[in-house]
């Protein structure tokens, strides 16, 4: 087949991919480099500091994982987790879920503190289940893609105040559109993707490590299971060494660069302001629709935004009339949710309020179209 393939030109409004930049793609076209090329590596030292800046932390190991955010969470676990430890896993949502899937899957024993879908932790009963473990790895999803919430990885520090705690944070949809903190909040480890908030494609997982955290991988009883993902390894290769680890994808990483300038040039305080006053439209136009978020206003993710389905419409109708009317992308609700929210991402280059007006405009014709 010698047809070229050409898509359609989507507004991406679901939890992920988000639109990107012109200029973003644009850095794809330049020159290809091997992954060992004195040039290249600059560019790679260029994405560690920029790195460092959106994550904001003084991190030295902090550097890209070949994959997507799913890689980027393996990696922290498989490294910090050593067989037959116990781990405290903050659940309330899918990816919190995924997260004690795969502690269990690396030898953990899984200390689960859980909270409905949507409901925000009880940090007391965190504290409480890290006083009674043994467990020193505790881990939280800062922002909860399947449902909209916003978890207080703040609040992990106080967990000090009980033993030398290794605290792990999911910030996948939330790193480039809100404050994470890395250092501010004592945050060890912490993954993110290239596709969300950070305005690039899809296909990097952003990892950062504390020297506490690396202390306690190069403690491990055995080296971790896996290869591919050995922070040891990689940054050996991202680090002063330059020894050969895999074949980097270099166009994705110059996009990464660009995006993560991009960000800065912006400021990251401007950049957070702007996701927060274009999901607060959006809130207003829903609930002027009569419509209600699914998650209470002090726990709301700006990136990511979840809406009750109305009773007695079909979700999966109006977003395929979304997607074919106009052309928008917007996600459904899986779980518990399954059916009953959709996900809107306003993230990154799609946090503006043309995108927002545009997004409630099309949704309530989506909704009011009986055929």
């Known amino acids: 087949m010698s047809r070229s393939f050409h898509p359609p030109q989507r507004i991406l409004l679901g939890p992920g991919p988000s639109n990107v930049e012109p200029r973003v793609l644009q850095a ?21 500091d920029l790195l460092r800046s959106v994550f904001e932390t003084g991190n030295r190991v902090t550097f890209t994982v070949s994959g997507t955010g ?3 969470m393996e990696t922290c676990l498989a490294n910090l987790i050593d067989e037959g430890e116990e781990v405290v896993v903050c659940v309330n949502g899918f990816f919190g879920e995924r997260m004690a899937e795969l502690a269990a899957r690396w030898g953990a024993r899984v200390i689960r503190v859980d909270s409905d879908w949507g ?3 009880d940090m007391q009963k965190v504290r409480d289940a890290f006083r009674k473990s043994s467990a020193r790895v505790v881990t939280m999803v800062h922002a909860e893609t399947s449902t909209g919430m916003r978890n207080p990885i703040e609040e992990l520090k106080s967990l000090r105040d009980v033993r030398d705690a290794i605290l792990v944070a999911d910030t996948v949809t939330s790193l480039g559109a809100h404050p994470v903190g890395i250092d501010r909040n004592s945050i060890d480890a912490s993954y993110s993707c290239s596709q969300k908030g950070i305005g690039a494609p899809p296909g990097l997982a952003p990892v950062t490590f504390s020297e506490r955290a690396l202390e306690k991988i190069r403690n491990r009883k055995a080296p971790p299971r896996t290869w591919y993902l050995d922070v040891q390894l990689l940054n050996k290769y991202w680090g002063s060494d330059r020894a050969y680890h895999h074949t980097a994808p270099a166009l994705m990483n ?8 991009m960000i800065l ?12 006053r274009n999901s607060g439209t959006f809130v207003a136009g829903i609930e002027a629709m009569g419509l209600e978020m699914l998650v209470a206003p002090e726990y709301r993710l700006w990136s990511l ?67």
């Not at 040039?265 to 927060?276: F, M, N, P, V």
């Open 28 to 48: 794809m076209l330049a020159p290809l480099l091997g992954h060992m090329d004195p040039v290249y590596f600059q560019c790679m030292d260029e994405i560690q």
């Open 70 to 72: 799913g890689a980027g």
């Open 119 to 121: 409901q925000p932790f």
């Open 254 to 261: 110059y996009a990464l660069r660009e995006a993560l300038c």
């Open 265 to 276: 040039e912006e400021g990251l305080e401007a950049r957070w302001q702007r996701h927060e």
């Open 305 to 371: 935004n979840t809406v009750r389905v109305p009773d007695g419409v079909d979700d999966a109708r109006v977003r395929s009339r979304l997607l074919n009317s106009h052309n928008i992308e917007i996600g459904s609700g899986f779980g518990v949710f399954k059916g009953k929210i959709w996900r809107v991402g306003l993230m990154g280059a799609n946090s503006n309020q043309n995108t927002v007006l545009l997004l409630l405009a099309a949704l309530k014709s989506a909704i009011a179209t009986r055929a």
